[in-house]
């Protein structure tokens, strides 16, 4: 019998990073939901944050600020990050935490339904090098779509929480959801536009570039 999962195994080679530790107390203690990207996975992005060099990151739900400021450790030098979230409320407290972090002059907040915003940076004409998805699952596919509308040459898109904690893998799990999270994983795996992998730990990671 296994001690550990990979998960659990992988996470006790790292010493826990107290200012995400903190963000993800204060998420708790504000009521929000507890649904930041798994730390390892955040770790992922500033990895491939970094190793792409960007500089224009689109992040599609900013809950409490966990994810934006993983994405910002990565980031390059002058870069930006445009963050859409729902509520205003969600945005101050991310706001403060990327604050908090370093990087409160490098982040744009944009508040609203999410597809609402993405028609108007279209209308500006904007693109970028980096999409993290972490938003309405039922619209995963629809932001995906945007995703590769407004991406530079090479651009690297990934999309979390593809399993939706095992409903996505129930066939007796059929809810609006569900069924937009498996086109979504469907696009990603058979678009022609994109080179893709899905990443099965914690709780599924989508991994795309755009050709």
Same mark, same amino acid.
């Given at each position: 019998?296994?001690?550990?999962?990979?998960?659990?195994?992988?996470?006790?080679?790292?010493?826990?990073?107290?200012?995400?530790?903190?963000?993800?107390?204060?998420?708790?203690?504000?009521?929000?939901?507890?649904?930041?990207?798994?730390?390892?996975?955040?770790?992922?992005?500033?990895?491939?944050?970094?190793?792409?060099?960007?500089?224009?990151?689109?992040?599609?739900?900013?809950?409490?600020?966990?994810?934006?400021?993983?994405?910002?450790? @990565?980031? +390059?030098?002058?870069?930006?990050?445009?963050?859409? $979230?729902?509520? /205003?409320?969600?945005? !101050? %407290?991310?706001?403060?935490?990327?604050?908090?972090?370093?990087?409160?002059?490098?982040?744009?907040?944009?508040?609203?339904?999410?597809?609402?915003?993405?028609?108007?940076?279209?209308?500006?004409?904007r693109?970028?090098?980096?999409?993290?998805?972490d938003?309405?699952?039922?619209?995963?596919?629809?932001?995906?779509?945007?995703?590769?509308?407004?991406?530079?040459?090479?651009?690297?898109?990934?999309?979390?929480?593809?399993?939706?904690?095992g409903?996505t893998?129930?066939?007796?799990?059929? @809810?609006? +959801?569900?069924?937009?999270?498996?086109?979504?994983? $469907?696009?990603? /795996?058979?678009?022609? !536009? %994109?080179?893709?992998?899905?990443?099965?730990?914690?709780?599924?990671?989508?991994?795309?570039?755009?050709?």
């Amino acid at each position: 019998m296994l001690d550990q999962n990979q998960e659990q195994y992988s996470e006790q080679l790292y010493t826990e990073d107290e200012l995400l530790l903190k963000v993800t107390r204060k998420i708790a203690e504000s009521g929000m939901p507890e649904v930041s990207i798994a730390p390892g996975y955040g770790r992922l992005l500033t990895l491939l944050v970094s190793l792409s060099r960007s500089s224009r990151i689109l992040e599609i739900g900013a809950l409490g600020g966990y994810s934006g400021i993983c994405l910002c450790r @990565g980031m +390059a030098p002058g870069g930006k990050l445009t963050s859409l $979230e729902l509520k /205003a409320e969600y945005a !101050r %407290l991310a706001g403060r935490h990327l604050e908090l972090a370093g990087y409160g002059d490098a982040v744009e907040y944009r508040i609203g339904p999410a597809l609402d915003s993405l028609r108007v940076l279209e209308a500006e004409g904007r693109s970028f090098d980096f999409f993290f998805i972490d938003a309405d699952k039922e619209n995963y596919p629809n932001y995906l779509e945007y995703a590769i509308k407004l991406a530079s040459p090479g651009a690297v898109i990934a999309g979390d929480n593809i399993f939706l904690r095992g409903r996505t893998l129930n066939r007796e799990k059929n @809810g609006p +959801a569900v069924q937009a999270m498996r086109r979504f994983n $469907e696009m990603i /795996a058979t678009d022609d !536009r %994109l080179t893709s992998t899905l990443l099965p730990a914690y709780d599924g990671l989508a991994l795309a570039v755009v050709k």
